[in-house]
C-alpha cells in the first residue's frame, strides 16, 4: 500500500499496529540479543511508521520506537544512570539522504553563526557491536555500562574488564601527561568475523545455540551473568567518541578526539576520515559499500559526523538522536521482504 495516499483512520491503526510490531522486535532484539527479521526488515518497519508519523504528526506517542533510543535496562544487572544520555542515530538510506543531512546542518549553522559554513565531516565505519560507555577516574576503569534505553544502562563492569582491548587503566605517558580525573569514553564492542565463526563451532560442539551473527554474539557475552563466560568469549573494541571529560582539555574536533584517544591507549578504527567536501564524503559512503566484506568485523554503514564539537552543541539533538551525526545505511543485501509479509510473519 501506498502510505501517501491512507486516509488518517487508516493511518492510525496502521500506525498502532507498526508500534506494537516494533516494539516486540526491539525487545526480541535489545534485551534477549535474539532477532527474528533481519534488521533491513525492521528498518523498513521504522521508514513506515516515520512516514505516517511525519504526515500526521499527532499520532506521534511518547513510547513509539521513533522516540526511544534502544531498550530497557535488563534487571538482571545494577542500573546506571548515564550522566549525559547516550543517544540513537538518525538513519540516511542512500546518497540523497545524505544531502538533506548536511545541508541541513549548513543551513542552521549559518543562522545560528549569522555567515555561511562549509562544515568539515568526519567519516567513521558504523561497527555493528553493541554500545558501551567506559567511566575511567583517574585514569581507571570504574564503570561500563550498556546504553540501555539511553538513559539508564547495565553495569556490566565485571565483564568489561575481561575484554583484552578495553585499557583498566590509561598508561601514563609522559609525552601526553596525567590521564584526565574523570573521562568517559564511548565506543563498540564487536566480535570479529572469524572469532564469532569459531565461537559458533564451539558452542555447536557442545550442544548450545549458536548466534545468529556477530552482534548478537557481542551483546549476549557482554550481558552474560557470569564473567568468567565473557571472559572466554573473544570480544574486541572500538572508541569512536566521548562523553562528559574533566580535567583535561579535549581537542575540539571529531577527528582530533579519535586521535587523542588512540595516544591515551584506546583501540580506535584505522578507516576513520575528515572530509572538506560533501563529494569526497559519498566516495567514502560508495567505497565502503564496496569494500565492507575484505573487513574482518561487520560494519553496517557508515557513520558521518560534523567535525568541529562546538557547531555540534550548536547543532543539538532532537528527541533520540544528534542533528550533526548521521549513519548511513548500506542498501540492503537480501531481498527486502514486502512490509505486510514481516508484520504477518510476527
Ligand atoms: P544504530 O545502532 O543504528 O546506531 C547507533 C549506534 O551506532 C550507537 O549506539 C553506536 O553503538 C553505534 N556505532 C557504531 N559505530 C559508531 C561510530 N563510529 N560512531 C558512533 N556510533 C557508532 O541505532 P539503534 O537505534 O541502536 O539501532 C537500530 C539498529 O538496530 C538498526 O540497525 C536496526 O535494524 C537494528 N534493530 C534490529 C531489530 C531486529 O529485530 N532485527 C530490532 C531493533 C533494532
Redesign the pocket.
Known amino acids: 500500500r501506498d502510505l501517501e495516499a491512507i486516509d488518517r483512520k487508516e493511518a492510525e491503526a496502521l500506525a498502532a499496529r507498526l508500534r506494537e510490531v516494533?516494539n516486540q522486535?526491539?525487545y526480541?532484539?535489545?534485551v534477549l540479543d535474539n532477532?527474528?527479521?533481519?534488521?533491513?526488515?525492521?528498518?523498513l518497519l521504522?521508514q513506515a511508521l516515520r512516514k505516517l508519523e511525519a504526515r500526521f504528526p499527532e499520532l506521534v506517542t511518547p513510547d513509539s520506537p521513533t522516540q526511544r533510543?534502544?531498550g530497557p535496562p535488563l534487571g538482571r544487572f545494577e542500573k546506571v544512570r548515564h550522566p549525559e544520555p547516550?543517544?540513537?542515530?538518525n538513519?540516511a538510506f542512500g546518497e540523497e539522504d545524505v544531502r538533506v543531512w548536511y545541508e541541513r546542518c549548513c543551513r542552521m549553522l549559518a543562522e545560528r553563526l549569522g555567515q555561511p559554513v562549509q562544515p568539515a565531516v568526519t567519516a567513521?565505519?558504523?561497527?555493528?557491536?553493541?554500545?558501551?560507555a567506559l567511566t575511567y577516574e583517574n585514569g581507571v576503569l570504574t564503570v561500563g555500562a550498556t546504553?540501555g534505553d539511553g538513559i539508564e544502562g547495565e553495569n556490566v563492569t565485571q565483564n568489561v574488564r575481561t575484554i583484552p582491548a578495553i585499557p583498566l587503566r590509561i598508561p601514563v605517558d609522559p609525552a601526553v601527561g596525567p590521564p584526565p580525573t574523570r573521562l568517559e569514553v564511548?565506543?563498540?564492542v564487536y566480535m570479529r568475523k572469524r572469532d564469532f565463526e569459531r565461537l559458533n563451532e564451539q558452542l555447536q560442539a557442545r550442544g548450545e545455540r549458536p548466534f545468529a551473527n556477530p552482534r548478537n554474539a557481542a551483546a549476549g557475552s557482554v550481558r552474560q551473568l557470569n564473567p568468567q563466560v565473557t571472559a572466554l568469549r573473544p570480544l574486541s573494541f572500538?572508541a569512536?567518541?566521548i562523553g562528559p571529560v574533566e580535567g583535561a582539555e579535549v581537542p575540539d574536533s571529531q577527528y582530533e578526539v579519535l586521535q587523542w584517544l588512540g595516544r591515551l591507549g584506546f583501540p580506535v578504527?584505522e578507516h576513520?576520515r575528515r572530509f572538506e567536501h560533501l563529494d569526497d564524503v559519498l566516495e567514502y559512503c560508495r567505497y565502503w559499500t564496496e569494500h565492507r566484506d575484505e573487513l574482518d568485523y561487520e560494519?553496517?554503514?557508515v557513520?558521518l559526523?560534523i567535525d568541529h564539537r562546538p557547531w555540534q552543541a550548536l547543532l543539538g539533538a532532537i528527541s533520540?538522536a544528534p542533528r550533526w551525526?548521521v549513519?548511513y545505511?548500506f542498501p540492503a543485501r537480501e531481498a527486502i521482504t514486502r512490509l505486510l509479509d514481516i508484520m504477518v510473519s510476527v
Request: net charge negative; no cysteine; aromatic share 10%.
Open positions: 516494533l522486535h526491539a526480541r532484539y535489545y532477532p527474528l527479521i533481519p534488521d533491513a526488515d525492521y528498518d521504522m533510543v534502544g547516550l543517544l540513537s542515530l538513519n567513521e565505519l558504523k561497527i555493528d557491536g553493541l554500545a558501551m546504553r564511548r565506543g563498540e572500538f569512536y567518541g578504527n576513520a560494519i553496517d554503514g557513520v559526523k533520540n551525526a549513519a545505511k
